[in-house]
């Protein structure tokens, strides 16, 4: 056995999720000349020639990631490929191959896994990415899926987290805080299972959340449509934690303040009722609920004319000087600091 003698143990939590990441990489450098991106954006991009390619990577653990007590596994082979396609999108690039690592403990028949890949599939042939390769192993407890998500973009056209500028217009697309309040609609029919099995409830009005936290889309189709308006966005993220962390993101490595209005966020109206009945605050919901993969990106003021009146976009706020902060402005006019309240494994 390995003797520990450093009696400094210091909890993960203290530091966060990024606050980790940021110390276990602050002593690496980029030294290859291919690598272009390293650590800190939603992908990595490397240098061939002309061409580069974008690489993302994602781990989703059961108990931590997803339940299968009510996740469909196809389902799930579907969303683990999608999530990271995303980050492939919020590059401005397109998805071309995938990988898939998969560990699984011995309550896992085969069939189990064949619908798992039947999801797998499926997104495979939406986004029309190859499946190229992966890991199969064995886990004591539970299943672990690692999906690698590879890209590419012509040289000059990524997009990074960095790049606002004050007074650069904040775009998101779609809707937020649907993903949230399905898995509390998920969430709320287990425990009623639990204490009645028998129970057979209609779910049908929670259609649309459910889809959403079930199986949601990677926005593929904003970053062709940004491309056929000519529309290059400043900076661009996708939204996996929550709007509120996701901005703070562009604000941090943009170096720029950014002031939110509450009341241009877009919410469907199932999103509303949902709050209501969940008595959940729907701006909370929306702010650090997560798992939208909706984009959220910067553009120029120049731009505005070209994705005006588009019902993919909506314009919830814009950037200011680094020293003015970032700011949520309330429906009642208060000036707010935007706080990081998203979803964090590690707490
Ligand atoms: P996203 O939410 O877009 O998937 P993450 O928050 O998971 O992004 O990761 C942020 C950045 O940190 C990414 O560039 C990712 O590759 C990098 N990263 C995350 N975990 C590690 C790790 N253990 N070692 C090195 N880099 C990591
Ligand atoms: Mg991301």
């Not at 690592?101 to 042939?125: K, M, Q, T």
């Amino acid at each position: 056995m390995l003797e520990d003698k450093s009696p400094k143990k210091t909890e993960l939590s203290s530091l966060g999720e990024f606050g980790l990441i940021e110390h276990l990489t602050r002593n690496f450098s980029l030294e290859q000349s291919t690598s272009v991106k390293g650590v800190g954006d939603d992908a990595a991009i490397l240098q061939f020639g002309d061409r580069q390619s974008v690489i993302s990577t994602d781990l989703l653990i059961e108990g931590i990631h997803f339940d299968l007590s009510y996740v469909p596994l196809k389902h799930l082979g579907y969303k683990a490929v999608v999530v990271n396609l995303s980050d492939i999108y919020a590059m401005n690039a397109m998805a071309t191959q995938i990988t898939v690592s998969v560990a699984v403990s011995n309550r896992f028949p085969l069939e189990a896994l064949e619908e798992l890949y039947e999801g797998i599939a499926s997104a495979c042939a939406i986004y029309n990415v190859d499946l190229v390769g992966g890991d199969t192993s064995s886990s004591t407890k539970g299943m672990l899926i690692s999906v690698t998500a590879i890209g590419e973009v012509e040289k000059g056209n990524a997009v990074y987290r960095k790049g606002a500028k004050a007074n650069d217009l904040l775009v998101v697309t779609g809707d937020l805080g649907a993903a949230y309040l399905g898995l509390q609609v998920l969430e709320r029919e287990k425990e009623v299972y639990k204490v009645n099995p028998k129970n057979q409830p209609d779910l049908s009005m929670y259609s649309y959340l459910l889809e959403r936290q079930l199986k949601p889309e990677a926005r593929k189709d904003i970053i062709e449509l940004l491309q056929k308006l000519e529309v290059r966005p400043t900076s661009m993220i996708d939204i996996s934690d929550g709007l509120s962390s996701e901005i703070l993101h562009l604000c941090k490595q943009s170096e720029v303040g950014c002031n939110l209005f509450e009341e241009k966020i877009p919410l469907d109206p199932t999103v509303i009722a949902g709050c209501e009945e969940f008595n959940l605050d729907s701006s909370l919901v929306a702010l650090s609920g997560g798992e939208d993969y909706e984009l959220l990106f910067t553009i120029g003021q120049d731009d505005y004319e070209k994705i005006k009146g588009n019902p993919n976009f909506t314009v919830i706020g814009h950037m200011t000087e680094a020293k003015e902060g970032a700011h949520l402005i309330t429906r009642a006019n208060t000036k707010l600091k935007l706080e990081a309240q998203g979803w964090n494994a590690l707490n």
